[in-house]
């Protein structure tokens, strides 16, 4: 019996990452040796950048956000494009990707203290981290040895970002497909407790909803009303709105408090109320209660997140600079 578990242990850690897009070789202490004050040079610099834009505290999660769910987190979303190719921060669903500067600064630092070790992968993990933990969200432990990837496909960006416009099926598809399940869902798109939005990402809930509805009827009519006042056609491309209205540089749990009051902004934050599972979710974290609850859970989530289909050993590079490869 012994040795019959023991043979197929293996094969079952084989077959486990073998189907599995996370395939996690990450250990925190990595630059242990190489760069021992690795995150505390990037605490300081961002100590900084927090201090004199709060505001960017959610484009910098965003941005790791969307680089682990195109190619893995391989910092190919701060790839430039080139000639002849257009790189993920150009393609449509960027809608206004910031934060990019306050990277490239951090990894300058980094450079002057330990040159070609640490990678940008790992250094947009951190401040993603340290993001939070400045707007007064939780703290967790990040593993590292991410190492940046060569390409950045605008094509990839499209296909495997999730649209403002997804609904729970397609939403939980796009997630599976990154090793991440509709608890991560339910927790990770509690990040819109952070940030803003640019009304073309939720513009059809107002005026062109359907050939049945112009406005979303799962929408708080209200709400509804009143986001028609900022962003006031379908062809507004510059107004912005915070998504957890009153306390968008703050992260808590209110954004929770607003989806279950019908007043996401996007139809994915509103889908959340359509699935007995992620509605039982909202409905307790809104509660107010369960603050550390979805402290752990974000937590949780985020450290799956920034396993997806990472490169690590002799894969990939050490970029010298975020935006253009080696
Ligand atoms: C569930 C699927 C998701 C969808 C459909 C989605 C969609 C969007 C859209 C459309 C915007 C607004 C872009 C704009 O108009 O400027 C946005 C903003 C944002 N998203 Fe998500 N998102 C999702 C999940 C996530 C996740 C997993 C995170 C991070 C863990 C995240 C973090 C953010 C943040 C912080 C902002 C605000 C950025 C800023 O202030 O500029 N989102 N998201
Ligand atoms: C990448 O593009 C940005 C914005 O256009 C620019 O400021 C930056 O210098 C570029 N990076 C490189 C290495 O050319
Ligand atoms: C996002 O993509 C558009 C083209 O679709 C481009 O004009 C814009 O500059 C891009 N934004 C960033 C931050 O690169
Ligand atoms: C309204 O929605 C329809 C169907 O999605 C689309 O074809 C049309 O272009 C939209 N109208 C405007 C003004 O955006």
């Known amino acids: 019996m012994k040795s019959c578990i023991v043979l197929l242990l293996p094969v079952a850690l084989l077959l486990l990452a073998g ?24 605490r300081d610099e961002m100590e900084k950048i927090i201090a004199a834009a709060p505001s960017l505290a959610g484009p910098l999660l965003r941005l790791h956000f969307h680089d682990c769910f195109v190619r893995g987190c391989d910092a190919s979303v701060l790839l430039n494009s080139t000639e002849g190719s257009l790189a993920e921060k150009d393609a449509k669903p960027n809608k206004s990707l910031r934060g990019f500067g306050s990277v490239e600064r951090v990894k300058a630092k980094l450079e002057a203290g330990c040159p070609n070790t640490v990678s940008c992968a790992d250094v947009l993990t951190i401040m993603a981290r340290d993001a939070v933990v400045l707007a007064k969200g939780p703290f967790w432990p990040v593993a590292l040895g991410r190492r940046d990837g060569t390409v950045s496909s605008a094509t990839e960006a499209a296909d495997q970002l999730p649209p403002a416009s997804g609904d ?25 407790t952070l940030g803003t939005a640019h009304c073309p990402s939720y513009a059809d809930r107002l005026y062109n909803f359907s050939s049945s509805y112009t406005t979303d009827p799962t929408l708080d009519s209200e709400y509804a009303e009143k986001l028609r006042t900022r962003c006031k056609s379908v062809d507004d491309k510059a107004m912005l709105s915070e998504m957890d209205p009153g306390s968008y540089k703050t992260f808590d749990t209110s954004y929770y408090r607003h989806v279950a009051k019908r007043r996401g902004l996007f139809q994915s934050d509103a889908s959340l109320l359509t699935d007995d599972t992620t509605r039982d979710y909202v409905q307790r974290i809104a509660t107010g209660k369960f603050d550390d609850e979805f402290f752990g859970d974000f937590s949780e989530s985020m450290i799956k997140m920034g396993n997806v289909a990472v490169l690590t050993g002799a894969k990939g590079e050490i970029r010298k600079k975020c935006s253009i490869v080696n």
């Open 19 to 42: 189907s599995s897009p996370v395939v996690a070789q990450l250990v925190e202490g990595y630059y242990s040796k190489t760069c021992p004050n690795v995150e505390a040079i990037v």
């Open 168 to 192: 729970i099926p397609q939403l939980t598809k796009i997630f599976a497909s990154k090793g991440l399940d509709l608890k991560d869902l339910v927790v990770l798109s509690g990040a819109h």
